[in-house]
């Protein structure tokens, strides 16, 4: 299974922007890129995924770089209910998904 | 709209007893997985259930046993808990096995004393 590397934790100002990095240099060219959230006390909850491609959805955006070896979640305005751990996955289309350890992130008023 | 529902929330085992975690999703989903998640750890795979009708071995499912009653349901099984199977389990599914994304329940925690 293909490998990410993500900080252990973040830290954040409400209403201020948030880049959560994660490297995977060891990308297939058939691996998407998830990125499920998981607040205290609760399951995971997915946020965004991509191939190539820039994506937007409600919640984030997901910034590829050109060789695909990292990736970008961005939180345009953080809140305090965006405190959560952050996990960035790697998966083919038919892979089940591998969580790690993920990004903690802690958003202060 | 409940999405993915587990029961039961809490338990507490002796080691050696057994017991089954129900989990049920009324989103017309066709595959499930049931995770573990240990204190400061990420999730880890036990079981899945690609489509009804058929389960497989995830990363960790030695001391666990799965069943996919019908398309709604899917338990898991701790035939004789052990405290290395202290853990909070959540349950998912997804529409299908084409790896679009997950729906979790919100947990069943479990300490095996």
């Known amino acids: 299974d293909a490998k990410t590397t993500q900080p252990n934790s973040m830290e954040s100002n409400e209403e201020e922007p948030v880049h959560l990095p994660c490297n995977h240099s060891?990308?297939?060219?058939?691996?998407?890129i998830h990125w499920y959230r998981q607040l205290p006390s609760q399951g995971p909850e997915y946020v965004i995924h991509?191939?190539?491609s820039n994506v937007n959805n409600r919640m984030a955006s997901l910034a590829i770089a050109e060789d695909r070896k990292s990736s970008t979640l961005i939180l345009h305005r953080a809140t305090l209910r965006d405190a959560a751990v952050y996990y960035c996955?790697?998966?083919?289309?038919?892979?089940?998904?591998?969580f790690g350890t993920g990004t903690r992130l802690q958003v202060f008023p | 709209n409940a999405g993915v529902t587990q029961t039961p929330k809490f338990q507490v085992l002796k080691t050696g007893q057994s017991m089954t975690l129900q989990c049920a999703q009324d989103?017309?989903?066709?595959?499930m997985y049931w995770y573990r998640q240990d204190p400061g750890m990420g999730l880890r795979l036990i079981y899945y259930?690609?489509?009804?009708?058929?389960?497989d071995k995830g990363e960790v499912p030695n001391g666990y046993n799965v069943s996919r009653l019908n398309k709604r349901e899917f338990s898991l099984r701790l035939e004789s808990a052990a405290p290395s199977q202290t853990s909070v389990y959540f349950c998912?599914?997804?529409?299908?096995?084409?790896?679009?994304?997950?729906?979790f329940g919100s947990g069943t925690q479990l300490s095996v004393l």
């Open positions: 991509g191939l190539t």
């Open positions: 989103m017309n989903h066709n595959s």
């Open positions: 996955i790697l998966g083919t289309y038919t892979d089940k998904l591998i």
């Open positions: 060891t990308i297939s060219g058939t691996d998407y």
């Open positions: 259930s690609a489509s009804e009708g058929t389960t």
């Open positions: 998912a599914s997804s529409p299908n096995w084409r790896n679009e994304k997950l729906f």
